[in-house]
Structures are given as structure tokens and as C-alpha cells.
């Protein structure tokens, strides 16, 4: 018995090789490239659902309204502020991650070109919006959960923001991890579902802050943000894994 008894629509066979080598190797078939391929063979039915909750729940139509996007940061005058603030914490988590700040801006200017060739012709605005305030905010997402930038912790934080909005970049990354797991690697099954676990329960208990202006935030102590909208998080689950 199937657990949900409404015919659902099927996948389009032209996709399926895609699916098939973003399982076998995210090196030649990245998430991020997975999630924009797909609109070419998306379902009517299922792109009006991702986008009928940008126009029913009241922080989404109200994100999309605003479509606010982020200036870039001023890096260095975050290394300023004093520790244990947002900006503080980020700019050490950055440097000591490796990591290249305001990343986000790269991937826009892809976004853009994508948009341009006529491949992102079927992604709704709202999607689009969605996936590019995503991008703008995930480094600063570890920074709020506390969740490692290492696999398991990546995981943590995907299933983290699943849990507060229905969005298919981020269920893509649980199919992916999922069938890895299952048909690749069972070695990966009790790390990768300990962290999916944490991150979509810690989610569901936090209020939504998948739309928060974070970087109007950036002087303001991370304690005092996780404790106002309720972010309990156990970061040792990743780093166990």
C-alpha cells in the first residue's frame, strides 16, 4: 500500500538521467545545477504548489512582496564589531572556514545568465526570489544554527530551513542524500539521517526565519537572535557523525 492514495505526477523520463548523475556525483551534477535543470520538465502541478504558498502563508507573500536583497557587507567592518555579535561571528566563521564572503553575488550573475539563455524560462519569480535570498543568507544560516560547515553539518541546516519552508532546492538535497545513502553508501545512513533529524526538528520548533533582514542584524548578539526566535540546536550531532 502506497501511503498516499491521489495519483501524483510521474517524473519526465527526459529528467531522469540528470536525477541519475546528480546521485552518482555532485562534482558533474551539483544541487545547485540539479535545481535549475529540473524546470524544464517540472509538473504544472507541482510548480503551482511551490508557488501557491508564496500567495497563502503570511511570511511568504509577504518575502515576495518585498523582495529584499541584500547590498554586499562591508567584510571588514564586521571583523570590528564586537564579539559575539551576528557580524562578529560571521566574519571569524568565513575566515575560518575558508570561506569567500558575499558569494552570493556570483551566483546571481550566474542566475542572471541562466535567466537570459531561456533555461529558467518555467521558474516561477517567486522561485526565483526563493533561491537567490537562499543563497544570500546560508553562510549566515550555519552562523544562527551553529551547524558546522562539513557535510553532515550542511545537511543540518538544508533540513533546518525544509522544515520552515516547502522549498525543492532543499528537498532536492534530501533526495539526493537519501538514495546516496541507500544505494551507495549505508555508511552514510546514521550520520546523514541523525542530521536531517536535528536540522528538520530543530526547524519546526524555531519560529521562521527564513525571511529575516540578517544583515541589518549584524551588531546584534547571536545568543539574543537564537533566543527571540527560539533556534535550540545540537551542532554535536554533525560533528559526531
Known amino acids: 500500500m502506497t501511503p498516499q492514495s491521489t495519483a501524483m505526477p510521474s517524473l519526465d523520463p527526459a529528467f531522469v538521467p540528470l536525477l541519475v548523475e546528480g546521485f552518482n556525483s555532485q562534482e558533474r551534477m551539483p544541487v545547485a ?19 501557491a504558498d508564496f500567495h497563502t502563508d503570511p511570511e511568504l507573500k509577504r518575502a515576495f512582496s518585498e523582495r529584499f536583497m541584500a547590498e554586499p557587507v562591508d567584510f571588514d567592518a564586521l571583523g570590528r564589531l564586537p564579539v559575539g555579535t551576528l557580524g562578529r561571528t560571521y566574519h571569524h566563521f568565513v575566515l575560518d572556514n575558508n570561506l569567500t564572503p558575499n558569494i552570493a553575488f556570483g551566483y546571481k550573475e550566474r ?3 541562466l535567466e537570459a539563455s531561456g533555461m529558467l524560462a518555467r521558474m516561477p519569480e517567486e522561485l526565483q526570489y526563493a533561491v537567490l535570498r537562499g543563497f544570500q543568507v546560508h553562510d549566515l544560516m550555519h552562523v544562527v544554527t551553529g551547524y558546522p560547515p562539513i557535510s553532515t553539518g550542511e545537511i543540518s541546516v538544508l533540513a533546518f530551513c525544509l522544515a520552515q519552508v516547502r522549498f525543492p532546492y532543499f528537498g532536492m538535497w534530501m533526495a539526493v542524500v537519501t538514495t546516496q545513502m541507500t544505494f551507495l553508501d549505508p555508511d552514510m545512513i546514521r550520520p546523514m539521517m541523525g542530521a536531517i533529524a536535528e536540522g528538520y526538528a530543530a526547524g519546526r520548533r524555531a519560529k521562521n526565519v527564513q525571511w529575516l533582514r540578517f544583515e541589518e542584524m549584524m551588531d546584534r548578539p547571536v545568543e539574543e537572535i537564537r533566543a527571540r526566535y527560539d533556534i535550540r540546536t545540537d551542532p554535536s550531532i554533525a560533528l559526531a557523525a
Not at 33 to 50: G, M, Q, T
Open 111 to 113: 542566475h542572471d545568465q
Open 33 to 51: 545545477r540539479l535545481f535549475n535543470e529540473w524546470w524544464r520538465f517540472a509538473a504544472d502541478e507541482v510548480i503551482e504548489k511551490y508557488v
